[in-house]
């Protein structure tokens, strides 16, 4: 009979949160565990885990340090999608677009410092890769069986054109369970292609211009950087200067007592010369 053992789920969880040096060793020693309790599925499905690439690893960092903010995007792509088909009555898609631009600038932003935090450079084609799974992830949205944000073993390409057409349609669309999506495109109406198209030319200025935040907000962290140190260094010059202020004033005072102890003692040296010659 086979040994009861925690959740998988929460195993399987716990393992991509680990880091990516870690990830290999961590999984084929869970996948071990499991197959001498005599879990041999649970062993053969850990076992089956690729270690992910960077960028899709930094993806499930995301969701692991702040799932509410993954699930706000996933959200707000349904609601975009909903918005662009009519389902959604009275949507400024606009804003709604502004809205999901400054929302994936923010994950940008915290992706590219958890890259660096694991010594991982955050290099321009990393950080656009982490746009792109989150751009896909947020197309996807909640629909069943696709990615699963956190357990990414692959970065995502967005819906293929057929998906999108099904998607705006309104129409259900059962994903395959597989983490990596490049489905083939099939012919459309010219109503339909045109509106893909524009939903596609939406996305990828999108993308641009959270490059472009991305960029600004890298360049302000630099000036801020340097400001800083203009700022700290100009603090220890004072610094330095009021201790040698102090030192001064310091030495002028004894030096002060001591002339003044001087003119003490010649002034009564002065009054018994005076008291000798009277005398």
Avoid at 3 to 14: N, V, Y
């Amino acid at each position: 009979m086979a040994k009861r053992g925690l959740d998988i789920g929460a195993e399987i969880d716990a393992l991509f949160q680990r880091s990516l040096a870690e990830f290999t060793g961590a999984r084929n020693a869970l996948a071990k565990r499991l197959k001498n309790e005599g879990r041999t599925l649970d062993a053969e499905r850990v076992k089956a885990l690729t270690k992910p690439p960077a960028p899709a690893w930094a993806v499930n960092q995301l969701y692991w340090q702040d799932p509410k903010a993954i699930d706000r995007l996933l959200t707000l792509g349904e609601r975009i999608r909903k918005a662009q088909t009519g389902q959604l009555k009275n949507a400024d898609l606009r804003a709604l677009l502004d809205e999901k631009k400054q929302m994936t600038a923010a994950l940008l932003a915290n992706a590219s410092a958890i890259l660096e935090k694991a010594g991982h450079t955050p290099s321009d084609d990393s950080l656009r890769r982490v746009s792109t799974t989150l751009e896909s992830l947020a197309a996807w949205g909640h629909m069943e069986g696709v990615p699963k944000p956190g357990r990414l073993t692959a970065e995502l390409d967005p819906p293929g054109f057929d998906t999108l057409a099904a998607l705006m349609g309104g129409k259900e669309h059962k994903g395959e369970k597989v983490l990596l999506f490049r489905p083939k495109p099939v012919e459309d109406a010219p109503a339909t292609r045109a509106r893909l198209q524009e939903a596609v030319q939406t996305a990828e200025k999108t993308l641009r211009e959270a490059h472009r935040n991305a960029e600004r907000a890298e360049s302000a962290l630099a000036k801020a950087n340097a400001r800083a140190a203009t700022v700290e260094k100009q603090k220890q010059e004072v610094e330095a200067r009021y201790t040698e202020a102090k030192e001064a004033v310091r030495q002028a005072s004894s030096d002060a007592r001591k002339t003044a102890q001087a003119l003490a003692d010649a002034e009564r040296a002065l009054t018994r010369a005076k008291g000798a010659l009277d005398t």
